[in-house]
């Protein structure tokens, strides 16, 4: 009774009242809006939307203007035109400037700039993607480390009780001492598994809470998978089209190869349009004032510059083959991805399947061997192993049941798939258009957006 007494007292330790239910779609729907590294993403897309607007800087007129006042005193003596003048002279301009030819320059810059922002809008996806698919790890890491403690507690009680009847049994001359101490023995091997579960669950809460930023509660049985692919080599044509990983560094590529037109204008003429209107004031003599318009068209042809930008267009046509290659290899690692997480996925099915069978038919051992034990058949070291059996085979049910589902949505990563659109989570997604068009229309504001 005493080591059935300690088992509970043990359990309680870790039992935990939960004030309220988590169910795993709001909660990714809430990492979705408010997870750090979701947000940083979306903070370094705005900074790359910028880019667009400094591009079609490129092509915008230029106006300035400038003012100047002084102070001069003249004293000229000795001569019959002998003068003591003070003057105020005073200069106002402005100016202008419009590119009419800059060697396509601004629009190749406006192409570089479009396709850099769809690549840092599907790097923003692929770390979407990364919170999501941790947010379900840590999801079911804590619902089967709840299930293994449980599991492991249960072993303690039962074998606490086990203990407590061979000491009995041995009290009457039934068995020997050797039978005691192999009791005791399971009993706390059990009780040191019991506390590396509890220690495997609270890993498993900090991990959780990283995620979304706040401690487990109670959390609800795992929703249904979305509809998953009906072939490997559907999976892997789904992710050579949508992985936006590879999606990202195909744009990387597109803007390489506007690149190049970039620097190529550099030795392409530039025309410019410049206007200036001018007044002065008082610059020979007091009342003296001057206005002035004028409007020049100028040409610029670039000759030699000593190899200059000559070198610049060698380095991005280099760019564009090493950015190239990039997309091949990117394809090779999604290609492989998609391959290992198929088949973890199919093999994680057949282990449930197998640790179903398994553990239904060791609690059916167990079941026979309790009853043949109070016939004498059996011996108590053949029950305690029988029981050590069940609880592994739950223990590996519990666990595979896991990998199963973490392995699907390891699947729908490597495709692209996993995004709160198909998972229908409950938030309405991102939209990175808003974001863009908003940069679009401010050119004079230096406001942002929280």
Known sequence: ?????????????????????????????????????????????????????????????QVSASASYGYRKTN???????????????????NFGQPLYTGGRAPASMRQ????????????????????????????????SAEVVEIRRESVRALAAQVD????????????????????????????????AQADFQAARASYENVFGFPPMSLEPLPELPPMPESEDQ????????????????????????????????????????GTLSRREN??????????????ARLEI??????????????????????????????????EEVTSAWSQWRAARDIVVTSED????????????????????RSTFEVLDTELQLRNAQIRLAQARQQQYVAAHRLLSAMGLLTADYLELPIAEFDPDADFNDTKRRLVSTSIEP
């Open 1 to 61: 009774m005493k080591l059935r007494a300690a088992a509970i007292s043990l359990a309680c330790v870790f039992a935990v009242s939960p004030a309220s239910a988590d169910e795993l779609r709001e909660v990714l729907a809430h990492a979705y809006s408010s997870n750090p590294s979701i947000l940083a993403a979306r903070a370094n897309l705005r900074i790359v939307n910028e880019n667009y607007a400094q591009a079609r800087s490129n092509k915008m007129p």
């Open 76 to 94: 000229e003596s000795g001569s019959i035109f002998a003068s003591d003048d003070e003057l105020e002279p005073t200069v106002a301009q402005l």
């Open 113 to 144: 700039a479009k396709a850099s922002i769809q690549s840092a809008r599907y790097s923003l996806y692929a770390e979407t993607q990364d919170v999501i698919f941790n947010g379900v790890r840590a999801y079911t890491t804590v619902m089967t």
């Open 165 to 196: 009847d061979t000491e009995a049994r041995f009290d009457v001359g039934e068995v020997t001492r050797t039978d005691v101490a192999q009791a005791r023995s399971r009993y706390s091997i059990a009780r040191a598994n019991l506390s590396s």
């Open 235 to 274: 999976a892997q044509q789904t992710a050579i089209a949508w992985n936006p990983e590879l999606v990202s560094i195909r744009y990387v590529e597109e803007a390489s190869v506007h690149g190049v037109d970039v620097a190529r204008s550099d030795i392409k003429p530039r025309v410019t349009l410049n």
């Open 283 to 296: 610059l020979n003599f007091a009342g003296d004032e001057e206005e002035a318009a004028s409007l020049t």
């Open 302 to 335: 670039p000759i030699f510059s000593g190899g200059f930008e000559r070198s610049q267009i060698r380095a991005a046509k280099y760019q564009v083959n090493r950015d190239r290659l990039r997309v091949k290899r990117g394809e090779r690692i999604i290609l």
């Open 358 to 377: 398994a553990t239904a038919a060791a609690e059916e051992a167990l079941e026979g061997i309790q009853e043949e034990v109070d016939y004498g058949l």
